[in-house]
């Protein structure tokens, strides 16, 4: 009989023995191979709490867990003793259509949230990979987003306010519930996208868009990054709600466009908005279209959703397969020179990368599917090159996905920066002990 660890004893006094897990029944809770001795679920905010109290306590490093599907983000944790799952927080707080803003706890996921406000014809402008699995708190903690970060920029943009518990127990409040709030520090915003490294999220507030009362996709086909870049310009005026770059491996992905697939680039482009103007906007894409001598193909409406739900998940680790997945920040007019580096660099490794960006972002995802019998030096090299290429063009890359064995060799995250040591005091002040993911941020934080 394998004895029990004296955290999952002290945990089943907090909660009802029920929703305490032990390490025999804790393998899918593991981070990057690392089983934690227990798997706490909370059912209130106040049990957060008390669960964070007895691991100050008690010293336990905490993880908090969503659905998973990005905990493969980040750095091997230093130490990893509760599994703090919060799926049983999943209630809708407080909504009132009319004021245009929602509460909701983290373990709701962002489909069910989504079928709920739709019945008053809103929606959370959201629509990071995995939409369907994704909760709340998941797409807080890494600061997920999508294709249509173009018209309504990513959760830092939407948040209002939230709560959280800190690593010693102490449930904070941040922001409000109005989209009007008092000036200040927005502690919100710093702990979106810190992987839960300041402290656990178990409410937000967000401000809502309408639903858009008509939306068409058009797919033009262009020989190069740079001629894609120049005609998505001329779209700046257009009601678009996405803009997005892929090359030809990434478009072969897409059903719905396959037989267009080719070398070169695809502008895959959404509007949405008004019906007249969603008209007017298809018009002149394709009239920038003849004049670029583009191919032009526009989808079906009954195909748009899964071809969305397919790009937003093109380069996210657990659809694409691939061994690593990078994704690099520079400013949008350097997202072609970058794109082209990419390019070249498979050429000259023969590997086919596939490639997607968030052009007017300046984001680009590269997925590699490296050969099983690829030592970690190829890896290593790779992520290495492509993390410069991203550098000398002022911008950064994180590696999301890539073999354990180099994982523990790198900081996915990249050097620290200068400001690094402002990071680190921020870190001390939330987290003294260094219970909250511990290791898994820059710098091994």
């Known amino acids: 009989m394998v004895k029990e660890s004296p955290l999952h004893s002290l945990l089943e006094s907090t909660l009802d023995s029920q929703r305490v897990f032990p390490r025999e029944e804790a393998a899918s809770y593991a981070v990057d191979g690392i089983i934690p001795q227990v798997v706490a679920m909370p059912a209130t905010v106040e049990e957060v709490a008390e669960v964070m109290r ?37 209630a809708v707080v407080e909504y009132e259509p009319a004021d245009v ?19 008053h014809g809103q929606f959370l402008a959201l629509d990071p990979p995995s939409a369907q699995e994704s909760t709340i708190g998941g797409m807080l903690a890494v600061n997920a987003s999508g294709p249509s970060r173009h ?12 709560r959280a518990v800190q690593a010693d127990g102490r449930i904070i409040k941040a922001g ?76 072969r992905q897409v059903a719905t466009v396959r037989e267009a697939a080719q070398d070169g680039y695809a502008l895959v482009l959404a509007a949405a908005g ?6 007017r906007s298809l018009r002149e894409i394709g009239e920038l279209s003849r004049r670029a001598a ?9 195909a748009q959703r899964h071809l969305w739900q397919t790009i937003a998940s093109l380069a996210h680790p657990s659809h694409s397969g691939a061994a690593l997945v990078c994704k690099a920040a520079v400013l949008p007019s350097q997202v072609p020179a970058l794109s082209e580096r990419i390019e070249t660099t498979g050429r000259e490794l023969s590997l086919a990368p596939l490639l997607v960006s968030h052009l007017t972002a300046g984001i680009v995802y590269s997925a590699w599917p490296l050969p099983q019998d690829e030592g970690v030096q190829r890896a290593l090299d790779l ?35 200068a400001d690094f040591s402002l990071m680190r005091r921020i870190k001390e002040q939330f987290d003294p002990q260094g219970i909250l993911s511990p290791g898994r941020f820059l710098g091994r934080l």
């Not at 905990?71 to 230093?78: A, E, F, M, V, W």
């Not at 008004?274 to 008209?279: D, F, I, M, R, S």
């Not at 583009?294 to 009954?302: G, H, I, T």
């Open 54 to 90: 007895l691991a100050s306590r008690e010293d336990a490093a905490v993880i908090p867990w969503g659905s998973g599907t990005t905990i493969s983000l980040g750095n091997t944790p230093r130490r990893y003793d509760i599994a703090l799952c919060l799926s049983h927080l999943n």
């Open 101 to 119: 803003t929602a509460t909701v706890q983290v373990g709701k996921t962002l489909a069910d949230l989504q079928r709920h406000l739709a019945q």
């Open 151 to 162: 018209a309504y920029g990513t959760a830092r943009d939407l948040i209002l306010g939230m």
């Open 176 to 251: 409000g519930r109005v989209v009007k709030n008092v000036a200040g520090y927005d502690l919100s915003r710093l702990f979106i996208g810190s992987l839960g490294s300041l402290g656990i999220i178990v409410e937000a507030t967000f401000k809502l868009a309408p639903l858009p009362k008509a939306e068409r996709t058009a797919v033009v086909l262009l020989p190069s990054a740079q001629e894609a870049w120049r005609f998505a310009n001329q779209t700046a005026n257009l009601s678009l709600r996405a803009v997005e770059l892929l090359n030809a491996v990434a478009l």
């Open 274 to 279: 008004e019906p007249a103007a969603v008209e």
């Open 294 to 302: 583009a191919s032009l193909a526009e989808v079906d409406e009954s």
């Open 383 to 417: 992520a290495t090159t492509l993390r410069q290429a991203a550098a000398d063009l002022g911008g950064s890359l994180v590696v999301e996905a890539c073999p354990l064995a180099l994982k523990e060799q790198i900081d996915v995250w990249g050097e620290p920066a």
